[in-house]
């Protein structure tokens, strides 16, 4: 699986759009761009995810370049329970590329 | 409701036990993995099983072993062998979908902190 490189931090105002972005600049042609979050002390969550098209869906939006070598995670209106880790993996989506592997993550903090 | 469940939440035992952390998951999904997680830091893998009586070692299996003999179940055993097995753990599945077998997202439990005293 590819390696993926993120902030470790970031800030963000309440109702602001925060962008979260994540390199993955080996991913392969069959791998997606997946997004979780961890609020503290809980499972993570299943946010987005996209092979080449951007995505959106109730969560939030998923921008990805041409290359496909970065994304973008955005939160168009970001709030208070917003802040948490957020994980960005490329996962195999062919059976057998199953090694499902998490990076460090940015840790969003949203400020009143 | 279909998801995935992880007993006990909290888990105290003495340094030299075993001890055996459960994961169930009634989503029919094949895929199962484990993660410890310490303070601050990021998931790191066990191990992983893609079907039943199959798994293979993630990343910091060392001191610790797992089963699948129902695609349902995939606990973890902490043996006396792992030096410090105090942490966070995170059990979560992925299923499979659609002809050409494209990977689901895959679901977290709530997690077991394991203390070891």
């Known amino acids: 699986d590819a390696k993926t490189t993120q902030p470790p931090s970031m800030d963000c105002a309440e109702g602001r759009a925060a962008n979260l972005p994540c390199n993955h600049s080996?991913?392969?042609?069959?791998?997606?761009v997946y997004w979780y979050r961890q609020i503290h002390s809980q499972g993570p969550q299943y946010i987005i995810h996209g092979l080449k098209n951007n995505e959106t869906n109730e969560m939030a939006s998923l921008i990805i370049t041409e290359d496909r070598k970065s994304s973008t995670l955005i939160l168009p209106h970001a709030t208070l329970r917003d802040t948490a880790v957020y994980y960005c993996?490329?996962?195999?989506?062919?059976?057998?590329?199953?090694?499902?592997?998490f990076g460090q993550g940015t840790r969003l903090t949203i400020n009143p | 409701d279909g998801g995935i469940t992880q007993s006990p939440k909290y888990l105290f035992r003495k340094e030299g036990q075993n001890v055996t952390l459960s994961c169930e998951q009634n989503?029919?999904?094949?895929?199962m993995y484990w993660y410890r997680q310490d303070p601050g830091q990021g998931l790191r893998l066990i191990y992983y099983?893609?079907?039943?009586?199959?798994?293979q070692k993630g990343d910091i299996a060392e001191g610790y072993s797992v089963s699948r003999e129902k695609k349902e179940s995939f606990p973890l055993t902490v043996t006396s062998a792992q030096k410090n097995p105090t942490a966070f753990y995170l059990c979560?599945?992925?299923?499979?979908?659609?002809?050409?077998?494209?990977?689901?997202?895959?679901?977290f439990g709530q997690g077991t902190r394991l203390t070891v005293v």
């Open positions: 989503l029919n999904h094949d895929a």
């Open positions: 080996t991913i392969s042609g069959n791998e997606y």
């Open positions: 993996i490329v996962r195999g989506g062919i059976q057998g590329a199953q090694k499902l592997v």
């Open positions: 099983s893609q079907i039943v009586n199959d798994f």
């Open positions: 979560a599945s992925s299923g499979l979908q659609g002809v050409r077998v494209f990977v689901t997202e895959a679901f």
